[in-house]
């Protein structure tokens, strides 16, 4: 037997000891799980589209400190999700972590939050394709007119894309994985070309001291924030650049049962998905601010800040830059799609949504789950039909996400060395609980900042959902339905 069919046989007898059977493809190796997880990651998406939200924030500082700190938060959050998908990798991840480490209830309540956060993913994602990259980017590099485009075009166009995307994962899984891989190259290429180009072509001294300023642009013309008073808040508010862009590593383990090795492969590409990023962004967006006219005027041009700073470069580069982005961003979305209908089978494998028989198939020949491929689309689009949804969108995926996160690494601090006793490859040791801890509180500081004021929406809808989950829950039978994934063989 090969060593590659070594592995693919113990991956599958490590699976079947968790419950489950291997009834989707392992034809992702380490780079493809990285690269899923880094494409959803994408600096070229969140790190352009929400670069607003930080500089009408507290301006500069926002940018080079603020980065930084959400930065570290998340790498410290993704290194204790990594320890316990080393430990458990299935598809579905957080929500089976969530069930084992917290209990069947916890771990239900785990898969609607991170569930949401997916589909919000998606939508954002994609309403960002078309609204900023196709028809603000694309179109008018190709010279067509969009000053007619209303609400029909936007439904039309965000739709069409999910469902190219969704026709990809399903039918054509290996090249999906294929051009996810390419997405990976693409960000880091297209990202380093734009950062020179900026630089290069330049006519303003650089003032490094913009990156450490603080500002405080709330209320002020272009800035996205109402007025509040101090330097304290407008940071805060600065820091949804970080959480918005440097979400969705769960990814990696959403794949798990589609990846080589996964028990070692899984945990690093979550952990190297998280600081490629920080690192590569933090440089792109530092970029950003540098080469600007000064800080006020970015803030004023708001969302129009890229298409400011693109006009400086020779208009081939900037058509080329401009067709790059596009391209990358509904790759980015790609990589959404295919997260959040792995997560989605794995929640229907075990009972835990309507029409769980139905969302759970995997098509025989492709060994893809189908009917969840079309279901994540389809409520996706839904999603995107409040016509000025993508601040809403991208605020509650990042905090819905970073909910699901830190509830099963909250649930291990108490586990660990007692119900869970099984570590896998990627074993943090003696710092495991310390940074399980950390991870607990940066991450529930992140979603704090998420739901402040004027995101209060988030906050509603949260509560909602713990309302509506608790009915369900104890009211309408679900304690006594759902049976919670099977028991793990040692």
């Not at 007119?145 to 029909?152: L, N, P, Q, T």
């Not at 492969?265 to 962004?281: E, R, T």
Request: contains cysteine; charged residues 10%; aromatic residues 14%.
């Amino acid at each position: 037997m090969s060593e590659s069919n070594q592995a693919l046989d113990h991956d599958a007898k490590e699976l079947k000891k968790m419950g489950y059977e291997q009834e989707l493809h392992r034809h992702m190796g380490g780079f493809s799980n990285f690269a899923i997880s880094f494409s959803i990651i994408c600096i070229l998406a969140g790190g352009i589209t929400a670069f607003p939200l930080a500089l009408g924030g507290a301006g500069g500082a926002s940018i080079g400190i603020g980065w930084l700190v959400g930065g570290l938060f998340a790498t410290i959050v993704a290194l204790a999700m990594a320890q316990i998908s080393s430990s458990y990798p299935t598809a579905g991840g957080l929500y089976h972590w969530g069930s084992i480490l917290g209990g069947k209830g916890y771990g239900w309540c785990t898969a609607w939050f991170n569930l949401l956060g997916l589909i919000f993913v998606v939508a954002s994602v994609n309403f960002g394709v078309y609204d900023f990259f196709f028809k603000g980017l694309a179109l008018p590099i190709l010279g067509v007119d969009v000053s007619g485009f209303g609400y029909a075009h936007q439904t039309f166009y965000i739709a069409l894309f999910t469902a190219i995307q969704a026709v990809l994962i399903y039918r054509f899984p290996k090249f999906t994985t294929k051009i996810t891989d390419l997405s990976g190259y693409l960000i880091m290429a297209i990202g380093g070309i734009l950062t020179m180009s900026l630089l290069a072509y330049n006519q303003n001294p650089l003032d490094y001291s913009r990156l450490f300023t603080f500002t405080n642009f709330t209320g002020t013309e272009g800035s996205v924030w109402p007025a509040s008073e101090g330097m304290v808040f407008p940071f805060l508010l600065g820091l949804l650049l970080a959480v918005y862009t440097i979400t969705g590593f769960d990814a990696s383990a959403h794949t798990s049962e589609e990846t080589r090795n996964a028990a070692t492969a899984v945990p690093k590409g979550i952990v190297s998905s998280v600081v490629y990023s920080v690192i590569f962004g933090y440089i792109m967006i530092c970029t950003f601010v540098l080469v600007m006219p000064d800080v006020a005027t970015g803030v004023k041009q708001g969302f129009g800040f890229f298409d400011a700073l693109l006009n400086t470069l020779p208009p081939v580069l900037k058509s080329i830059l401009g067709l790059g982005i596009f391209l990358v961003n509904f790759l980015c979305g790609l990589a959404c799609l295919t997260s959040c209908s792995r997560m989605m089978f794995a929640f229907a494998r075990d009972g835990g949504l309507p029409a769980s028989k139905l969302l759970r198939k995997v098509d025989r020949t492709l060994k893809t789950p189908v009917a969840a491929v079309w279901a994540s689309a389809i409520l996706a689009i839904v999603a995107t039909l409040y016509a000025a949804a993508f601040s809403v969108l991208a605020v509650g995926c990042a905090v819905f996400l970073y909910i699901s996160y830190i509830m099963p690494t909250a649930a291990g601090i108490l586990a660990e060395g007692k119900t869970w006793k099984h570590k896998g490859p990627f074993d943090l040791g003696g710092m495991s609980k310390l940074i399980a801890v950390l991870a607990v509180i940066g991450g529930g500081f992140l979603v704090i900042v998420g739901i402040q004021p004027p995101n209060e929406k988030v906050l509603y809808v949260t509560i909602f959902m713990l309302v509506v989950m608790a009915a369900f829950w104890f009211l309408f039978g679900e304690k006594k339905r759902f049976k919670g994934p099977p028991a793990i063989k040692e």
